[in-house]
């Protein structure tokens, strides 16, 4: 019986759909999953208060990015405007909860609500446009949607944006990092587990038809204007829900925090993460969301040795983040996840070479 536990798959022997859609295989990959999830959870029992504040930046950034991922990913539809549908998703929640005094629990599935149906909106010209053309219009999107937050005074305080707090259940608060932690783990656990189902659907199967050859996909009966609208919809929930997420976690809300840096933050998570890889979404968030510390903590060391030149190894952040992605786009396309799934399979074979 312990044998089986520790059991891997050799091949694929499945001999019906139900064995092909499930999600863990083996017995094995179960305990594995459930352990991971185990070591999430007790982290602030080992880990400092500041770092669990930063893993719960990674856990927001990776929701946003399984989200950008299903778009671009998945279905093939390049966006750049997700710093836009970010600010759509914490704007909503500011409102719905500092101005119409709603509940953070009631207020955060309305701003993946709000949000999916202003992608949806932007998403419709998808089906004349493609590639570049559409890039330019998510763009488009990013300039209208911060025009209007930083213009409507009224609504969203214009350009001095608005105050939050934290959320509540009853009378505790989550106003500590652990509890606000807890909080993004779970809603990112469950984001994990919608977009690696979604793929074993139907409508994940059209979006996969739609990203490789869509005139073959329309040809094989797939309605294009649904499923790219849909698309974008799916993927504005989710970025919406961390925009939302991310907005009580700074307890702020402002035009500036949303601009088109943070779109090609997103892009690049994906881009070195991997694409049309779930895994890959969280790693590169987490890549993209620390770099930026460990950079600022080598700059500290060597401006100690070389303080004169504190100014130029400032800089050096922007030359890191731009060659991380074009070393990324030459020598490994496949991003983060394909090194970790090339790590697993030297283990798996190991000692063999074959």
Known sequence: ??????????????????????????????????????????????VSNYWIGLITLCAISSVGAIGLNILTGFTGQISIGVGAFLGVGGYTSAILTSTLGLSFWISLPLA??????????????????NGLYLAIATLAAQVIILFVISRWDGLTGGTAGMVLSRPTIGEFSLSSNTGYYYLCVIILLLTVMYATNLLRTRTGRAFLAVRDRDIAAQIMGIN??????????????????????????????????????????????ILIGGLGSVFGSILGAAFITLLPIGLGSLIDVLAGFMPDLYQLFSA?????FGAAIILFLI????????????????????????
């Open 331 to 354: 020598f490994e396309p496949g991003g983060l996840a394909h090194i970790w799934l090339n790590i697993k399979k030297y283990f798996r074979l190991w000692p063999f070479s074959y």
């Open 224 to 269: 294009l204007f649904k499923y790219k609208v849909m698309a974008f919809a799916i993927s504005s929930f989710f970025v919406g829900i961390a925009g939302a997420l991310l907005a009580h976690y700074t307890m702020i809300v402002s035009p500036e925090l949303y601009n088109f840096h943070v779109s090609i933050e997103y892009l690049a998570m």
């Open 316 to 320: 050096f952040k922007d030359f890191v």
């Open 1 to 46: 019986m312990v044998r089986n536990l520790f059991v891997r798959e050799s091949g694929n022997y499945k001999t019906s759909y139900s064995d092909d859609m499930k999600m863990f295989g083996t017995t094995g990959s179960k305990i594995k999953a459930l352990l991971i999830v185990l070591v999430v959870l007790s982290l602030p029992l080992f």
């Open 112 to 129: 993946g609500i709000v949000t999916a149906i202003i992608g949806g909106l932007f998403g419709i010209p998808s089906l004349r446009l």
